[in-house]
């Protein structure tokens, strides 16, 4: 059947000032379900962030900000913390809450302060200063128990004692804390060098812990008696010791400043192997579940794996097997999660290159590595409409303490138009800042709404929501006025007339204000029926329609969706699981009549769904599968959905980091295999003929990609050589021929 030419024009833009933030520490949940990461301020504009992932499908469950480090306590809201100061993150652990939960997670810093993360109130709610100067490494007690099989887990908890956290500190001496229902309490004080304590270990029992200093020695203290006998002490002559890690059997591994990984025995402290594999500093070390295979990686970005080699019934050693570099920077972290993709288990590494890889722990030569994403902390940004003079596209970008709200294209200036299949255009779309609006105090933004036919602009952080009016002069946008302060929530948007606001509050509810008088109206809360045996914590995602009359809420953890009536603000019913699969959505979005709600998820579903009658659209029953199979095939997972009507098509638009896919809803997709040998037969045609789901690669990382206007696509990128340019110079590597 052949098919109309769609024409589309595309702007492309590279405004965003995008630096993602470097990765300081990784940390595997006790349930291994979950997977935390730390990071660093990408610049002065942004904040450090604590980052959650799931293991199963690679996807970020949540992010959480912290507050500035330059902000003014005396122009901060309430007592919440402020989360450290300058110096980097050295360690990430995660801890037992008050109800026996792991919905806490605790971080060290070089400023000398451990700080506490509550991932349900998704925000700081503790500090506690060290007193011995910087904290160069932190471990959480890795106590083991019996799970329902008779094997052994790890856990953080012992015998139904606190989680005890032992910091390495810039005193030479090592620190103990007790997570308790009532916080951080300092217990006890262990060594004491003539350097500084660069890392530290605990042994699988809780009876011993390993501390490298700065002088060159590795000091084994039993932790048994109450100030810790010092049992073995071992000299590497003039280094750092960077990096420890007891593993199971007794036997220290360290990694130093001369770039040597070596294997001690842990009774006479006598060298079994060394081995001279990096070109740096060894900065972490690793180990397999089994025990069988260490890890190790530094500032040469290298990834090396040993093995230990059974000869005879007690008689082992330990060889070198593997590198990879998959890094182009120094590598921070490296942490082990037990269910994964990989069989056996994968192993996490993270740097100052911002990205994450995971490679397989049980067969590292084997597989290839796999990065989690390729655009690490997107900013958040969304078309907010069209600007009536200039005909201009209207997008604001919320980034960590303000919101800015850009024009992008001019009515004198012609976007490109492509027929289908569509091409990136040549030059880039002329982009022009309205305003830019800061968080009150300076805290971090969790979410924000901008409405244009009102001017209102909504901004809430970890505090307070705040409402003000913005009014037009000499094109640009001025603030007029504040008209109220509401509760923090962790979503918001506003209602077509500019008179109500709707937040996704704390509590779970979503409350419905009205402005002017800044009462709370309704509050909703069916979506929070089954939510109680659901996922502990996600950020979940709300979404209305175009027209405001409908609007989106995730539940359980990003794998269900409720609609409300935003016109009545009732309950309008869930949308059925049946399509469902275990993955979280990683995309929603409503056609521009509001009619249907469109939905991807991690495992590359996409469904339509009819919004009146709450069920899977005719088009998906008949061709979603087909989607799927397409989407499997495309890098990266979707980010970004959106939708247009034009006389003849319905398109549907699915973004990635890597791609854009575009597809019409009005005609079927053919399924991807058929394709494949149609192309087989074709004499070099690039397309099949009329295949409907097109894809467009994209040579740089794509931060948002939309449908801005009637068959207008709107691209928003960033050269991945200009965010290098941000990042500390690795280490030099000659290369044969320079």
Known sequence: MNRTPIQIKVRKTRFVDWKPGAVSAIAAAPNQIHLAVAREAGDGKSCRAVEVWETEYWTQVMEIKAPHVEEDPNTRHGNEPDGGGHGEITGLAWVQDGSGKYNTLVTSGLDGMLVVWNLQQKKIVGTLEAGGGAIWDMTCHPARRKNSTGGEVASTERDGQPSQIACACDDGRVRVFAYTPQGLEFRKVIGRAEGRALSVAWQGDHSALAVG?????????????????????????????WSLLLLDDGTIVSG???????????????????????????????????????????????ICSFEKVEHEPGSCEWVYTDYKRTHTHDVHSLAIVADSIFDGGAIVSGGNDTQL????????????????????????????????DTQGTIITVQRDLCVEVWQIGKKQEKAERSRWPIRLPGREASSSLLCMVDSPARHPIRCSAFCPKSGILAISD????????????????????????????????ITGDGSKLCLHCTDGSIGVYDIVTAQRDVSLIEH?????????????????????????????????????????????????????????ITALAFDEDGQHLGACTADDLFCLFNVQERKP??????????????????????????????????????????????????????????????????????????????VLALPEPCLHVSLAKETELLIVEKPWLDVLESFPPPLYRHRYGT
Not at 268 to 277: C, K, M, Y
Not at 565 to 575: C, K, S
């Open 213 to 241: 200093t700065s002088d060159g020695f590795i000091r084994v203290y039993n932790t048994q008696q109450l100030l810790g006998r010092e049992a073995v002490c071992i000299s590497l002559g003039d280094c750092c010791v």
């Open 617 to 694: 659209s005719p088009w998906t029953t008949n061709h979603g599968s087909n989607v799927s199979r397409r989407l499997e095939k495309v890098s990266g997972l979707a980010h970004s959905l959106s939708f247009c009507r034009t006389q003849h098509a319905l398109l549907a638009m699915i973004g990635t980091p890597n791609s854009v896919c575009v597809f019409d809803l009005n005609a079927p997709v053919t399924d991807s295999d058929k394709v494949s040998k149609k192309r087989k037969r074709s004499t070099g045609a690039k397309d099949a003929g009329d295949a409907n789901f097109k």
């Open 256 to 302: 130093d400043s001369n770039g040597t990984t070596s294997f001690w025995d842990p009774e006479f402290g006598t060298l079994l192997h060394e081995f001279n594999q990096h070109e740096g500093d060894v900065l972490c070390i690793a180990a397999s579940t089994s025990g069988s295979s260490v890890f190790s990686s530094g500032i040469d970005s290298k």
């Open 462 to 493: 970890t505090c307070l929501t705040t409402v003000t009016r913005l009014d037009k002069r000499n094109n640009r946008l001025k603030h007029k006025a504040l008209l109220g302060t509401f509760p923090s929530a962790f979503a918001v948007f």
């Open 528 to 584: 929070l029926a089954e939510s109680e045996t659901c996922r502990d914590f996600s950020e979940e995602v709300l979404v209305s329609s175009m027209n405001k009359k409908w609007f989106a809420i995730t539940a359980e953890g990003k794998r269900r969706i409720h609609v409300y009536n935003a016109e009545r603000m009732e309950y309008h019913g869930p949308l059925p699981c049946s399509w469902e699969s275990l993955a979280p």
């Open 357 to 388: 890889f995971a490679y397989s722990a049980d067969n590292f030569s084997s597989f290839h590595p796999v990065r989690f994403c390729r655009c690490p902390q997107l900013p958040n940004m969304s078309i907010a409409g069209t600007q009536e």
